[in-house]
């Protein structure tokens, strides 16, 4: 199967089939689905987790929320997780432990990604933003952002306006939730679409080896988002913002749709940087994904494929 019909399958809802690999205990995968495609009492279900979240004290024994270990492990461990071999499998995790949080809080739907590629034609207007049945938009833009901080666009609507989050790239720090479009009003821009259209991850998924695939999908589509968005999702911090988490659905469901394209390799295929710094030796599968006490410390053979009985779920 060509990866642009998966693509395309799963952005119209359809669900996308997971070999099973030897071991699996995984017989029912949980589906995960876009955004837009969920109802509005669901939509606003998965908010209400989020928003309890921060009633929740630091599993992590923290004097900060729940919520905020998210951004403190993510911050911590900025330069171990990213521009790495790793960034795929720690993403991975990273995303499951927060949706088992939100179930934690009671959520009872699936776990959302957005599918940016549906957007670029104005991502502004992308249904994640709904004041009603999003997120919320834009920060504040009457904020000249070479003057002030961009942490001071607070979110002037949705259901996160007036939503405080507690660490910045110095520490603990809380402030409100920040965004900072580079959407042509605080930036010349337009959110830096052709970053991340249907053509672009085309060629991300054309990639034959996990560490071009990697290298693409990271310094392209996905950073991209995350300037594109700015204000609290830019930093090491951008777990902050609730949008985090359905970025890196997305990207954790690009990966798995290049996986299913040959799964009995590409399930096992890893490689490229160990470390940010030049240090000899190749990543492996062996390699011990630090989690600093959000959850066990694993290696990243455990988290390879998303039909395991740890993970268990599908696109």
Same mark, same amino acid.
């Given at each position: 199967?060509?990866?642009?019909?998966? !693509?395309?399958? @799963?952005?119209?809802?359809? $669900?996308? &089939?997971?070999?099973?690999?030897? /071991? +699996?205990?995984?017989?029912? #995968?949980?589906?995960?689905?876009?955004?837009?495609?969920?109802?509005?009492?669901?939509?606003?279900?998965?908010?209400?987790?989020?928003?309890?979240?921060?009633?929740?004290?630091?599993?992590?024994?923290?004097?900060?929320?729940?919520?905020?270990?998210?951004?403190?492990?993510?911050?911590?461990?900025?330069?171990?997780?990213?521009?790495?071999?790793?960034?795929?499998?720690?993403?991975?995790?990273?995303?499951?432990?927060?949706?088992?949080?939100?179930?934690?809080?009671?959520?009872?739907?699936?776990?959302?990604?957005?599918?940016?590629?549906?957007?670029?034609?104005? !991502?502004?207007? @992308?249904?994640?933003?709904? $004041?009603? &049945?999003?997120?919320?938009?834009? /920060? +504040?833009?009457?904020?000249? #952002?070479?003057?002030?901080?961009?942490?001071?666009?607070?979110?002037?609507?949705?259901?996160?306006?007036?939503?405080?989050?507690?660490?910045?790239?110095?520490?603990?720090?809380?402030?409100?939730?920040?965004?900072?479009?580079?959407?042509?009003?605080?930036?010349?821009?337009?959110?830096?679409?052709?970053?991340?259209?249907?053509?672009?991850?085309?060629?991300?998924?054309?990639?034959?080896?996990?560490?071009?695939?990697?290298?693409?999908?990271?310094?392209?589509?996905?950073?991209?988002?995350?300037?594109?968005?700015?204000?609290?999702?830019?930093?090491?911090?951008?777990?902050?913002?609730?949008?985090?988490?359905?970025?890196?659905?997305?990207?954790?469901?690009?990966?798995?749709?290049?996986?299913?394209?040959?799964?009995?390799?590409?399930?096992?295929?890893?490689?490229?940087?160990?470390?940010?710094?030049?240090?000899?030796?190749?990543?492996?599968?062996?390699?011990?994904?630090?989690?600093?006490?959000?959850?066990?410390?694993?290696?990243?053979?455990?988290?390879?494929?998303?039909?395991?009985?740890?993970?268990?779920?599908?696109?």
């Amino acid at each position: 199967m060509r990866f642009s019909s998966l !693509v395309l399958s @799963a952005s119209l809802g359809a $669900a996308a &089939t997971i070999p099973r690999q030897a /071991g +699996d205990a995984c017989a029912n #995968p949980a589906k995960r689905v876009e955004w837009r495609t969920m109802t509005p009492e669901v939509q606003k279900q998965y908010v209400d987790a989020v928003l309890c979240l921060k009633t929740k004290p630091s599993g992590m024994g923290l004097n900060t929320s729940r919520y905020d270990d998210f951004p403190y492990v993510h911050t911590k461990l900025d330069k171990t997780i990213h521009t790495v071999a790793m960034f795929l499998p720690w993403h991975r995790l990273f995303v499951q432990v927060y949706e088992d949080s939100l179930r934690d809080c009671g959520y009872t739907g699936p776990m959302a990604y957005w599918d940016w590629t549906l957007d670029t034609a104005d !991502v502004t207007k @992308a249904p994640v933003w709904d $004041a009603t &049945t999003g997120f919320g938009g834009n /920060g +504040d833009p009457a904020i000249d #952002p070479l003057k002030e901080s961009s942490r001071k666009k607070c979110l002037v609507d949705g259901p996160l306006r007036g939503f405080e989050v507690a660490y910045t790239m110095q520490g603990l720090d809380p402030h409100c939730l920040a965004r900072n479009w580079n959407s042509g009003v605080a930036f010349p821009g337009d959110m830096l679409a052709d970053a991340y259209t249907p053509d672009v991850v085309a060629d991300v998924a054309a990639q034959a080896r996990y560490q071009d695939f990697r290298y693409k999908l990271e310094g392209g589509p996905h950073g991209a988002i995350h300037s594109a968005v700015g204000g609290d999702m830019s930093p090491a911090t951008s777990p902050n913002d609730p949008i985090f988490f359905l970025h890196h659905a997305q990207i954790d469901r690009l990966w798995t749709l290049w996986q299913q394209e040959n799964p009995a390799v590409r399930t096992t295929e890893f490689g490229g940087p160990k470390t940010q710094n030049a240090e000899p030796g190749e990543a492996s599968l062996e390699d011990v994904m630090p989690y600093l006490g959000l959850v066990p410390d694993i290696r990243v053979s455990e988290v390879m494929s998303t039909h395991t009985s740890k993970l268990c779920y599908a696109y």
